[in-house]
């Protein structure tokens, strides 16, 4: 057998390695988003119990912002074992490729984290909707008004596809919309080798001025091409009509354009973290 | 040679070159001392050695393998036991084995067992409750029992009492295999003394003595006397006499190496690996 060619044997152990060396992360993690989220329902089912309804959409609208920080400090936190130079040593000595190390790290974080999350947020929502339940009859005992508050059966599905439900744009708004939800993944992942224990707020900042830089675009093209207007109040106003030519059916030019490099640009990140852990030195 | 190094240049970033055309070899087998000052680039040379960092030019060799590649195959041949490296607490000395050793095709669990009730540690203690020393040996236990074909140990008897500095010696050679090669780093002479068979210094960028323990005890003597010998290669006051090392003629016994005067005279630039095998060379020419 060849020793260098990708091995289970070994990928299993890089596993029972990032499970075993971290397994207060993962296992506060997964505790702690359970608490965290069942607590937050509880206090928000509490906050709004003499109104009428909680619905679907709000269960949708928490569970993309709390994806948000997932993504902050579960994705964020990739290749931990690179950020000091003693465990860089433990870490690269391991007997692995390269490749194998990056499965590990683009399975957990990428991939095993955002299942995890949905799973505990469903279960979240399940437990606190009972906890409420329960809560009802105390509250009636003590002869306060009754809980008037309805919620909603969560319907996973909507939860997890609300494009399909709720937006009805064109195909390749939903490519410039994957592809930057995509983009900043990538860079949260890659960030983790790039910027180490500052990655949870130096990447972030990266990807804000990255998207302040494709706002700015329009604008200074327009300053570029027209010229800077004299009235200041229109100095921030693009002066050219960014919505022609159309590319596609109703897809303008540049909305294309920043689709195709926001995918691209995602695949780059992946490649210069594999390229990152390679050439790691220590 | 198993270990190969062919004009090596390095530096860290923003820093002066500490290597620069190093040339480097170790036979199979070998159990080699690298004795050097404090930044003299011991560490930062058995990092290179292990593919932990990469040379700015030059080639670096174990057996087929080159380091930089940090391939598998070479990955489970070598074990570097580092000075500082980061170790996971919370786990016991057996966990830890279980975990790590899965790594090494070659580990032996019960070797593993062996060399630690050698160093009177048991499996079921958790690292975080153990001294510095005594997770060195754990390390050291460790290390020995990958069978690994290269090790490096740098610094190894660091943090060891003086009973276990003996234990060690005593495990090192008790479980090294013949086709092992093992390069330790080290300041502390006097640890590595009986259980080297080979000596590398390495000064200003350069291996400046490479050479065998037995050729070595061949061609020099090393002696004290009340006076300053006339015919001394090197010599270093001592008490009220000297310390000295001199050339060794045919009929005079072997003399016992002194390692730390040896080194001393490398770094005083009074030997070298030319002027000591010099008349040796050119008999062979």
Not at chain 1, 44 to 55: D, L, S, V
Not at chain 1, 177 to 194: D, E, V
Not at chain 2, 208 to 216: F, I, M, N
Not at chain 2, 233 to 251: D, N
Request: aromatic share 16%; proline share 4%; glycine share 6%.
């Amino acid at each position: 057998m060849n020793a260098n060619a990708i091995s289970a044997r070994r990928i299993i152990n890089l596993f029972r390695f990032e499970f075993s060396i971290h397994r207060k992360f993962y296992e506060m993690g997964i505790l702690g988003i359970f608490f965290i989220i069942t607590g937050l329902f509880v206090l928000i089912f509490f906050a709004n119990r003499y109104t009428t309804t909680f619905g679907q959409s709000q269960f949708t609208l928490l569970f993309y912002v709390e994806l948000l920080f997932l993504v902050f400090f579960g994705v964020g936190f990739s290749f931990v074992d690179l950020r000091t130079k003693r465990s860089s040593l433990v870490y690269l000595s391991m007997p692995g490729l390269a490749t194998e190390k990056y499965f590990v790290q683009f399975f957990t974080r990428v991939l095993m984290f955002p299942v995890l999350f949905t799973v505990m947020y469903i279960l979240s929502i399940s437990v606190s909707k009972n906890l409420f339940r329960m809560s009802d009859f105390t509250t009636t005992d003590v002869g306060t008004s009754s809980v008037l508050l309805v919620i909603d059966n969560l319907d996973i599905w909507e939860m997890l596809v609300p494009f399909y439900y709720y937006w009805n744009k064109s195909a390749m708004a939903y490519f410039f919309l994957f592809g930057i939800a995509g983009l900043f993944i990538s860079l949260m992942f890659s960030g983790g080798i790039i910027f180490g224990k500052w990655n949870s707020l130096l990447m972030p900042l990266v990807f804000i001025s990255f998207c302040g830089l494709i706002a700015c675009t329009p604008v200074v093209l327009s300053w570029i091409v027209v010229g800077i207007p004299e009235d200041p109040s229109k100095i921030f106003t693009p002066q050219i009509h960014f919505r022609q030519p159309k590319f596609f059916e109703n897809t303008p030019l540049l909305l294309f354009v920043f689709t195709v490099l926001a995918w691209v640009a995602m695949v780059f990140f992946y490649w210069i973290t594999y390229l990152k852990l390679k050439e790691r030195e220590v | 040679m198993i270990v190969s190094v062919k004009d090596l240049n390095f530096s860290y970033r923003k820093r002066p070159m500490l290597f620069e055309g190093l040339q480097w070899s170790v036979p199979e087998g070998s159990v080699v001392g690298l004795l050097g000052k404090n930044g003299a680039g011991k560490s930062t040379l058995l990092h290179l050695l292990s593919g932990l960092l990469f040379p700015k030019s030059g080639t670096i060799n174990l057996g087929q393998h080159i380091p930089k590649d940090r391939r598998p195959a070479f990955l489970e041949e070598i074990f570097f036991l580092a000075d500082d490296a980061a170790y996971p607490g919370n786990m016991s000395i057996g966990e830890y084995q279980k975990l790590m050793g899965a790594f090494y095709p070659a580990f032996d669990s019960s070797q593993f067992d062996q060399i630690l009730s050698d160093f009177g540690l048991e499996k079921k203690v958790k690292l975080n409750e153990l001294s510095l020393g005594e997770r060195k040996k754990v390390f050291l236990s460790f290390g020995l029992s990958t069978n690994c074909r290269f090790l490096l140990f740098d610094e190894p008897t660091n943090g060891l009492d003086i009973p276990s500095k003996s234990v060690f010696r005593k495990v090192v050679a008790g479980n090294l295999k013949d086709e092992q090669t093992l390069i330790i780093s080290t300041h502390l002479v006097a640890d590595v003394e009986k259980l080297i068979d080979r000596v590398a210094i390495l000064n200003a960028g350069k291996i400046q003595l490479d050479a065998d323990l037995l050729e070595l005890s061949d061609h020099l003597l090393f002696g004290n006397s009340s006076s300053l010998p006339d015919d001394g290669l090197y010599a270093e006051k001592f008490g009220t006499g000297y310390q000295f090392i001199r050339s060794r003629k045919e009929q005079e016994a072997q003399t016992p190496i002194s390692l730390e005067l040896l080194f001393n005279a490398v770094l005083n630039k009074s030997l070298s690996s030319n002027s000591i095998f010099q008349t040796q060379n050119a008999e062979v020419l």
